[in-house]
């Protein structure tokens, strides 16, 4: 928790923690009050057997904004972060100003194969196996020789060794799969935010994506803006699916951009009402 002013919570995705958001903290904290808390499950969180969905996170981002007495925020979710930030405005439309989607889960089914690997049984085996002496050493070297390709996988991989990096015990790797398989099974993703995507009318939403995202395809980003009224959309070319990592100076200046041209959302209970009773067009 860092600055003053308008509140950001940022949200991270899976297997990451709020330290992924380093490169943008500095610049926002100085006229924001910027949260960036580990997820249930996450970082320095507790690990425990309970509901790692979706909406239970929203639940817990609630729970956090009451805690520290904050009424509003605007929502920073990237990966299932971004899911957890349209659930949290589907839930409390009144306690949201503005969402931001940087690389957001939940918008189709298709997803990266290795997350719909990870989902089969089996998968608690395999994932330990990363933690043997020497296969860090092998992964790195894989991720690496990608980049060295320029395979668009190479785009992250310091990122995905360093989400390897999480999962060193057996209660991290439990809560990985318990939250991934909340979102994601063999077929791809299980939930999908397009048929609640015309409530956002009237929210201002800001959608940042990679060019070559292989973890969640561009394509998504298309499919939201198309569903979301009057949203906007920055797509960053040869970023994958980290681009606040890659291109932190172009994600800042379109954010900021964002947040001084637009203003809060301020939904009153007749308004999400009518929004309801009229439907998806």
């Keep these: 928790m860092a600055g003053s002013g308008p509140v950001l919570l940022l949200i991270h995705g899976i297997g990451d923690d709020s330290s992924t958001w380093r490169p943008l903290l500095d610049d926002l904290a100085r006229d924001h009050t910027v949260l960036a808390p580990d997820l249930l499950g996450h970082g320095g969180s507790d690990k425990p057997r309970g509901d790692y969905s979706v909406a239970a996170y929203a639940n ?9 007495d904050i009424d509003r925020a605007t929502l920073v979710g990237h990966s299932l972060g971004g899911g ?54 092998q992964t ?7 980049h060295r390709l320029d395979h668009p996988l190479g785009r992250d991989a310091e990122d995905l060794v360093r989400l390897v990096d999480a999962l060193p015990d057996a209660t991290s790797r439990s809560a990985f799969l318990r939250t991934l398989r909340a979102v994601v099974d063999w077929r791809g993703q299980v939930v ?12 201002p939403t800001l959608l940042l994506w990679g060019s070559d995202d292989v973890v969640v395809p561009v ?23 980290f681009p606040f990592h890659t291109h932190p100076d172009e994600v800042l ?29």
């Design 60 to 68: 817990g981002m609630r729970d956090l904004l009451g805690v520290l």
């Design 84 to 137: 957890v930030a349209m659930q949290f405005a589907y839930q409390y439309p009144e306690r949201t100003e503005r969402i931001v989607l940087v690389g957001a889960g939940g918008v189709s089914q298709s997803v990266s194969p290795a997350l719909r690997a990870a989902s089969l049984p089996g998968a608690q085996l395999v994932l330990g196996m990363l933690g043997l002496p020497g296969m860090r050493a």
């Design 140 to 146: 790195e070297a894989v991720m690496w020789a990608l």
């Design 192 to 203: 999908t935010m397009l048929d609640r995507c015309y409530l956002t009318a009237g929210m």
């Design 219 to 241: 394509e998504h980003a298309q499919l939201a803006h198309d569903a979301m009224p009057g949203s906007r959309l920055e797509v960053f070319e040869g970023a994958g699916h």
């Design 253 to 281: 200046a379109a954010l900021r951009a964002f947040l001084a041209e637009s203003e809060p959302a301020r939904w009153s209970a007749a308004e999400w009402r009518e929004l309801l009773r009229r439907g998806r067009d």
